[in-house]
T-cell receptor, first 110, second 116 residues
Framework: GESVGLHLPTLSVQEGDNSIINCAYS??????FIWYKQESGKGPQFIID?????DKRQGQRVTVLLNKTVKHLSLQIAATQPGDSAVYFC?????????FGAGTQVVVTP | KAGVTQTPRYLIKTRGQQVTLSCSPISGHRSVSWYQQTPGQGLQFLFE???????NKGNFPGRFSGRQFSNSRSEMNVSTLELGDSALYLCASSQGADSSGANVLTFGAGSRLTVL
């Protein structure tokens, strides 16, 4: 029979543009949030993390924003490149126990 | 520095059999976590081990078990396999000793299990 999978939202971005990926989390007590990128055939790869006592953190070409009031997390990628094409997951938790979101498929077009 | 190594990468089993998956963490990492990834349920936490002790456990039946050895290497076992156990099983390691409770997981490439 047909299998039902998670419907991954897709973000199509033109090369060179900025990307914004959004994530809503459920646990208001969470104090640690993290973004991972997963390419086909590979395990998730760490991008950036943020603690609940911060609302913004910047890395190389990436920025994570945390809005605890509305329980929202976002990842901004500057000057998106073809190598950024992947599924992006937000996660919350600690001590090796992370609760992952469903993921967002990012497709970078030339 | 070698990454997280998982073996085997691919395996096929039949219903009712059991399977053991292995994970070698990054040198110096003492925490090993296991996750199941399926198209239907996404990434789900199985369990986490630190210094040979299970520190956290997810909501999986008792057929799923794991252990960690003194060298931090870990194995997970699934007994009486069901079709729904077909998945990518991911292992992740971290230093695990951050007093704030936050630490970055480094994932392996996973073991792809197919149950027929």
């Amino acid at each position: 029979g047909e299998s039902v999978g998670l419907h991954l939202p897709t973000l199509s971005v033109q090369e060179g543009d900025n990307s914004i990926i959004n994530c809503a989390y459920s646990n208001s007590a969470s104090d640690y949030f993290i973004w991972y990128k997963q390419e086909s055939g590979k395990g998730p790869q760490f991008i950036i993390d943020i603690r609940s006592n911060m609302d913004k953190r910047q890395g190389q070409r990436v920025t994570v924003l945390l809005n605890k009031t509305v329980k929202h997390l976002s990842l901004q990628i500057a000057a998106t490149q073809p190598g950024d094409s992947a599924v992006y997951f937000c996660a919350e938790g600690s001590w090796g126990k992370l609760q992952f979101g469903a993921g967002t498929q990012v497709v970078v077009t030339p | 520095k070698a990454g997280v190594t998982q073996t085997p990468r691919y395996l096929i089993k039949t219903r009712g059999q059991q399977v053991t998956l292995s994970c070698s963490p990054i040198s110096g990492h003492r925490s090993v976590s296991w996750y199941q990834q399926t198209p239907g349920q996404g990434l789900q936490f199985l369990f986490e081990y630190f210094s040979e002790t299970q520190r956290n456990k997810g909501n999986f039946p008792g057929r799923f078990s794991g252990r960690q050895f003194s060298n931090s290497r870990s194995e997970m076992n699934v007994s009486t396999l069901e079709l729904g156990d077909s998945a990518l099983y991911l292992c992740a390691s971290s230093q695990g000793a951050d007093s704030s409770g936050a630490n970055v997981l480094t994932f392996g490439a996973g073991s792809r299990l197919t149950v027929l």
